[in-house]
């Protein structure tokens, strides 16, 4: 009998030594599940916690003939500089460092969801190639005036080769069936499409009126941007937004201009040459004014980003509705993605409420200034339809800082930057109207052009 019961009890001690081991081991891979490795070991703050600099700005301009996969996570890009003016500081594209930046600023923890390990990989429709289709362009450049600013329409210059309007964006394992003008009318019936950015995001807009339109007139489209508080602000040449509605499927097509997607409240509404507060930590008074009425949204921002603009629009920095104190903040780069992260992490709490709204945040545009600057002689000369290659090979975004942003919320990455970035023949470049002499636009592009796929690819995810 004593031996009987030794032989038990060193069984038992076996059987509760493998179930310890069994526990311990389902919670080390329920942890893992949740949130990979590192996550796991670390807490949300000391995840974060990476050697860093104060270089934080996205990049916007590749040098190589073909978008290669990225070897590594971390890498330097040349300058990225405004639309308008300024110089633009060059900042690397750490995207740990923007988290932590984020999550240090603001004081609060990331309640993200992390996406799992296993989670289903979606379609990556920013990797494919550029192939010649004769359906394109979708609409005339020459007819399109009702909606296509003049700038934009390179066929109104004296530009004279046009074989970039004949391409179109092919997905290397993604359906995206051909663009119709009607029949995309008719699936967005009720619906509201609100693009709020900056200039690429109205360039994205009038794409979109062009493309449902045909290019044709439509004098049945109602004007609604009354609506939405459209108007031409004192001292300003155009409104600050235009709002178009088509009564036979009651579809609204909207534009707002938010350079910086920030709030910005004048510190002395009695003084119009008085600085206004730069809410970092704030997202645009239109947005949080009119969330409710958008059945898909498109936010867009960085080429407005420098301290030449800053400046020049007496913008002060506020954080937590107090001027900024962070110097590592104040660097504009920093700044940025602050913001980009910030307006992430609003409107991802606000999808819940707004559940049949489709939120996007699309990727930087590329600029392609070669042999200088815009103000140093630069230009894009080039006219030839995929000199530097036509293939997007990596599976990254070419924008980490957004689509680092993105990841783990309900938002959705519009990823354009690898693909426009092969396309340095769509830009304005030199040509005009008036066939002046000037600085060249190698920024925005001409119409109908680039902006055109981004909108098919975004047709397709709506």
Request: aromatic share 12%; charged share 20%; hydrophobic share 35%.
């Amino acid at each position: 009998m004593k031996v009987g019961n030794v032989y038990y009890r060193v069984r038992g001690k076996h059987f509760s030594v493998t179930l310890m081991v069994l526990v311990i081991m389902t919670i080390y891979l329920w942890s893992y599940e949740k949130k990979p490795l590192l996550t796991a070991i670390f807490t949300s703050q000391e995840q974060f916690d990476f050697p860093t600099s104060d270089m934080l700005l996205v990049a916007s301009h590749f040098s190589e003939d073909v978008v290669k996969p990225i070897d590594h996570p971390k890498q330097e890009y040349p300058k990225s500089l405004e639309e308008t003016g300024g110089k633009t500081e060059i900042y690397s594209s750490d995207v740990a460092t923007a988290e932590s930046m984020f999550m240090q600023s603001s004081g609060v923890e990331d309640d993200r969801h992390l996406a799992s390990s296993f989670e289903k990989k979606e379609c990556n429709y920013a990797k494919g190639r550029w192939v010649v289709d004769n359906r394109h362009p979708l609409y005339s450049g020459f007819k399109c005036k009702q909606w296509l600013s003049e700038m934009w329409a390179c066929r109104l210059t004296q530009r004279a080769d046009f074989s970039y309007e004949a391409y179109r964006w092919q997905p290397e394992n993604c359906d995206m069936p051909e663009f119709k003008g009607s029949a995309f009318l008719k699936r967005m019936q009720d619906k509201t499409i609100a693009f709020v950015g900056d200039s690429l995001g109205r360039q994205q807009f009038q794409s979109l009126m062009c493309m449902v339109t045909g290019g044709e007139e439509k004098s049945e489209v109602e004007d609604v941007g009354s609506e939405y508080g459209f108007v031409i602000l004192p001292g300003g040449a155009r409104p600050n937004g235009w709002a178009f509605r088509f009564p036979e499927t009651n579809t609204t097509i909207l534009y707002y201009w938010s350079s910086t997607l920030c709030d910005l409240e004048p510190l002395n509404a009695t003084d119009p040459a008085g600085d206004i507060a730069m809410h970092l930590d704030r997202p645009s008074a239109f947005l949080t004014q009119f969330l409710h009425r958008f059945d898909v949204l498109v936010l867009n921002t960085g080429h407005h980003w420098n301290r030449g603009k800053i400046n020049a629009n007496r913008w002060v920095m506020y954080i937590d509705g107090k001027p900024n104190q962070n110097r590592r903040l104040a660097a504009v780069g920093n700044a940025k993605n602050f913001t980009i992260y910030s307006v992430v992490r609003w409107l991802n709490s606000q999808l819940p409420f707004h559940p049949k709204l489709k939120a996007f945040f699309r990727t930087i545009s590329p600029r392609h200034f070669f042999n200088g600057e815009w103000n140093t002689g630069g230009s894009c000369e080039n006219t030839t339809p995929l000199a530097r290659g036509s293939e997007v090979l990596q599976d990254e975004s070419g924008d980490p800082i957004i689509a680092g942003a993105v990841r783990g919320t309900e938002l959705k990455l519009l990823d354009v930057t690898a693909l426009s970035q092969l396309r340095d023949e769509g830009h304005i470049s030199r040509y005009s109207i008036k066939a002046s002499n000037g600085i060249q636009d190698c920024l925005h592009w001409c119409l109908p052009g680039v902006p055109d796929s981004w909108n098919e690819i975004l047709a397709t995810q709506v």
